[in-house]
């Protein structure tokens, strides 16, 4: 009797957390916000990476000023300012004090986490702006700072020959690709769960990855990064972490989990951004290895605590690194099924203005 009532009372309870609460609290973005503070810890894991990405940004700023996500972004920053119709005649006030003392700082200390490439196209950008812009006591004495930096052996070895700055449109070196090339090849690309028991080379999937860093980002920080495992123990064991692998995992061949960095942002208003930029780059990831003969399956990593433990210890994921999404490869099993999967009609998914479908 006792546990027939304890059962009964435990469904209730179920049902008002399930339903009735979140009618309850969803009415304003405090209440929301106490929901899941009292009654479900779905945000905690998020609420703790943001503000570990927080602190840590901050942290390596007044420490040693050597942040490479802040040069970055400040170096993109001066881009557009560059790049702008009308210029300007003076701009960056605000941040290139900032500015200036990271790339110092970055091109001193040649440890630092910043590719020779980007290191040429903050030093390129910042001796564009130094030379447009116009002259005043701040802008002066912080110009004298950057030429004396330039004398750095660091900065010696870069080509001169090729500038890294704004560039008109006309000089870009266009494709050769027709939108009905383009169109087929998105329709030729599906989800393959079942691939052909050949490895997949590394030189491959580096071209593939080459593609997608060609995609764009906010402020060009790119923050994510590919973790990669092609050997046959480690695929078995990772490929086990998401849900949707169930009764195909044996079958990919390599596995990329696509890690994002909440380092790269200074603001909680920018916590999206991992998920947005490394969407964008793997949508062309997995364009390009439908063009080297390779297929694909994006793969869906829900917020599970349990999950997030499990591929946070197996990658030995810091506090502010977070699993945006995993991605089976291989090459395709030509008598494989690939499901038809249907899309929208365009006109479901687009509208004009404010014209209602």
């Not at 506090?319 to 395709?332: D, F, K, L, Q």
């Not at 099993?333 to 038809?340: H, M, N, Q, R, T």
Request: net charge positive.
């Amino acid at each position: 009797m006792l546990k027939k009532i304890y059962g009964g009372f435990k469904r209730r309870k179920n049902h008002y957390f399930k339903y009735k609460f979140p009618r309850l609290f969803a009415g304003s973005t405090r209440l929301s916000a106490l929901y899941y503070f009292l009654f479900h810890p779905g945000f905690s894991r998020e609420f703790k990476g943001v503000l570990a990405g927080k602190v840590q940004h901050l942290n390596i700023t007044s420490s040693n000023g050597k942040n490479y996500f802040m040069l970055v972004r400040n170096t993109h920053r001066l881009e557009k300012g560059l790049l702008m119709q009308p210029r300007k005649p003076v701009f960056a006030l605000d941040y290139i004090d900032e500015t200036m003392n990271c790339f110092e700082s970055i091109a001193i200390d040649q440890e630092a986490n910043l590719e020779e490439g980007q290191l040429k196209w903050s030093k390129d950008v910042l001796k564009e702006y130094f030379s447009v812009v116009d002259s005043n006591q701040k802008i002066d004495s912080l110009k004298a700072r950057f030429e004396k930096v330039l004398s750095l052996k660091t900065l010696q070895k870069e080509d001169e020959d090729q500038h890294f700055i704004p560039y008109e449109r006309s000089r870009t070196e266009f494709s050769q690709i027709d939108y009905e090339s383009f169109y087929k090849l998105c329709r030729q690309r599906r989800s393959v769960r079942w691939f052909q028991e050949k490895p997949v080379p590394r030189e491959l999937i580096d071209k593939a990855i080459l593609a997608a860093i060609e995609a764009p980002s906010a402020c060009n920080r790119q923050p994510f990064s590919y973790r990669i495992f092609d050997k046959k123990d480690l695929v078995d064991q990772v490929s086990g972490f998401p849900m949707g692998t169930k009764g195909y995992a044996h079958s990919i061949q390599s596995f990329i989990v696509v890690v994002g960095n909440l380092e790269a942002y200074f603001d909680e208003r920018d916590r999206h951004l991992i998920y947005i930029d490394a969407s964008l780059a793997n949508m062309a990831l997995m364009f390009a290895l439908e063009t080297l003969g390779l297929g694909s399956c994006p793969i869906n990593w829900p917020e599970i605590e349990s999950r997030e433990k499990l591929l946070g210890d197996f990658l030995s994921l810091k506090a502010w690194e977070r699993p945006v999404m995993c991605i089976g490869v291989g090459y395709p099993d030509p008598e494989g099924k690939v499901a038809y999967s249907k899309k929208r009609d365009l006109t479901k998914i687009r509208s004009y203005n404010f014209d209602v479908h």
